[in-house]
């Protein structure tokens, strides 16, 4: 009888502690959804400021706004972070076309974020369609040399996660000129990593490597319904002449910031949960989803928490990440700081998918913490949001990865984020903001469970006497 009355009791407390952990969450979801403040931010940050490239002065306006507006929450510190980014420049706006007979067909391209311009003129030759890096080297210098290589891999249509079919091709984006440019090739063009046909081309960062200055070649994205066009027609003129021109420009890097706020804990203030995105975008567009939605619901997390009446027993941290885009230099420096201070952080969650309806979380942690993650999947279903899997976080909270540590990454609906992603349509009305707002009631339920329970693999110092 003992063993029974125990065993209800030992019942009892564990659903009641479910209840309470279910009825915060219901709380900060209808906070979120009746009283969010992330779409507001955003609207400020995509039609007020804009295109946020690093470096730039709309980059600078951005740190400056989501500082203030931390501020105004009431949080215990606020501050800025330096940061050395690089500063690239677009310059004028892209010119291309090709002819077919008498006939000129202009089409829409857009340089690479870190290659160099064309020569003022712009470059005129013959062009080489590739898939691979493999095809390049079967064609070697002799097929290659004084020509442009066009890389039209597209995005593989039938994988599910569009994540995947991105990083199937997305190499021939950031190595195509550099390995084109040891064949000999002029220039490179690329097919727009998109899965949907458009006249949108989609920019992205790229890299020469090692590639001294003079051998170094000119990279643009072309929309991916001009890659047909140009694709169509080689197939029945395989000495098409293809022209285009660039002005973009590698300047030295400035000063930046990454901005954090916190709410310091009331039982392991020493204890670390980090969310955060890039304030950074491209400067094509007005970088909504990539990455201003991450932004603007990691800032609302913290929001949440306070309209929730949550009062964390560890530090809860925002981190909005300067440089993403074009050199990660915003998250490598706050994990260079943080490891210098010898900052504890266990947990780590990051927003960069862009704003759409969020399905759920992907974890980089060992399995006992993964199990406990697990426990807790069925608070979210009635939100339609229990898609948990083992997998990446995210590109600036993955320097601060140990072996006790555990990163996450929000995973929104990912089939339309690609039609969007570094172009000139990732605008605010692409935004839907309910989605919007279910994202950061998302990432805030799990940051309350985390900072409830704490992880698996690592040992609790002991609380604050009160």
Known sequence: MKLFTLLLLTSFTVVLHAQTDKEKIRTIYTQSLTNGQSYQWLDHLSNAIGGRLSGSE??????????????????????????????????????????????????????????????????????????????????GTDNIKGKIVFFNRPMQADLIQTFNAYGGCVNQRYSGAMEAAKYGAVGVIVRSMNLREDDFPHTGSMSYGDLPNHQRIPSAAISTNDANKLSKALK??????????????????????????????????????????????????????????????SMDVLRLLKESNIKPKRSIRVVLFMNEENGLRGGNKYAQVAKQNNEKHIFALESDSGGFTPRG???????????????????????????????????????????????????????RYFDYHHAENDTFDAVNKRELELGAATMTSLVYLIDTYGIKTIKEEKPLKK
């Open 58 to 139: 709309n980059a600078e306006k951005a740190v400056q706004y989501t500082k203030a507006e931390l501020e105004k929450l009431g949080l215990d510190k606020v501050w800025l972070q330096p940061v050395m980014v690089p500063k690239w420049v677009r310059g004028e706006k892209e010119e291309a076309y090709f002819q077919i007979g008498s006939d000129i067909v202009n089409v829409n391209i857009c340089a690479l974020g870190g290659s160099i311009p064309t020569p003022n003129l712009g470059v005129e030759a013959q062009v080489v369609e590739v898939q691979n890096f493999e095809e390049l080297e079967t064609l």
């Open 236 to 297: 029945t003129n395989k000495n098409l002449q293809f022209y285009f021109k660039q002005s973009c420009e590698q300047l030295e890097d400035v000063q930046s910031y990454n901005v954090i706020g916190e709410i310091t804990g009331s039982q392991f203030p020493n204890e670390y949960i980090l969310v955060g995105g890039h304030l950074d975008s491209w400067d094509l567009g007005d970088g909504s989803h990539d990455d201003g939605a991450g932004v603007v619901q």
């Open 361 to 415: 979380f992907s974890f980089d942690c060992d399995q006992a913490n993964y199990n406990q993650i697990l426990s807790w999947q069925y608070l979210f279903k009635p939100y339609l949001i229990h898609y948990f899997e083992k997998g990446g976080s995210g590109a600036d909270v993955g320097p601060l990865k140990t072996e006790t540590n555990v990163l996450a990454g929000l995973r929104p609906d990912s089939q």
